[in-house]
């Protein structure tokens, strides 16, 4: 079956999955390497009434951000996304993937850092996002953890192992809990389309 994107807005595709150990620890100390003090900067969240828009709103997001391009990130990790989005669209959408290609970024929160609950995609907002990855790049933090919060149950929490990767389709709702201790830093990545 052919792609359409308005599948991602299915409500009832409310899928996710965790992949134990998707990177192993050289990969992460090459992706962190690439987090360089010129590059970082404050989170921004978009404007839904202009998506060109992006402005710092600590209401929302306290966290740093580290933009990548795919083509800077280990051949081995880069190649193993491709690899897993395309047999996770096929799965989650039932559907042969399209073309896409990975935007992807370093968050870091600090102390007191969060992101309130969020979506990635929406059909009102379309920005092409068609799968969303989380993946755990330290463990030695308190506090920070990733919640869905799916309209049809109670909020859920998932803990993310050091390397584990979280995929999810981009129109669920989550965010991420107030660290209390360390820093939390995670690869985001999303399968994007247009």
């Not at 995609?121 to 996002?129: A, L, M």
């Not at 981009?170 to 399968?191: E, L, M, N, S, Y």
């Amino acid at each position: 079956m052919r792609f359409d994107q308005n599948i991602v807005f299915n409500s009832n595709i409310r899928k996710r999955t965790m992949l134990d150990q998707f990177v192993t620890e050289d990969q992460i100390n090459q992706i962190l390497l690439l987090e360089t003090q010129d590059r970082i900067e404050p989170t921004p969240v978009r404007s839904y009434m202009d998506r060109q828009h992006r402005y710092v709103d600590q209401d929302i997001v306290i966290s740093n951000t580290c933009l990548l391009e795919e083509n800077e990130l280990p051949n081995s990790v880069i190649t193993k996304l491709y690899n897993t989005f395309e047999m996770t669209i096929e799965d989650f959408y039932n559907v042969d993937p399209p073309e896409f290609f990975i935007e992807c970024k370093i968050l870091t929160y600090h102390p007191g850092g969060f992101f309130k609950s969020h979506v990635d995609n929406s059909d009102t907002h379309n920005n092409g996002r068609i799968l969303s990855t989380s993946i755990s790049l330290n463990d030695n933090f308190i506090g920070g953890d990733f919640k869905f919060e799916p309209m049809t149950e109670n909020e859920t929490k998932v803990p993310l192992d050091l390397g584990s990767c979280l995929l999810f389709n981009p129109c669920i709702r989550h965010g991420v809990d107030r660290v209390t201790k360390g820093q939390r830093k995670t690869f985001i990545a999303w399968a994007r389309i247009g």
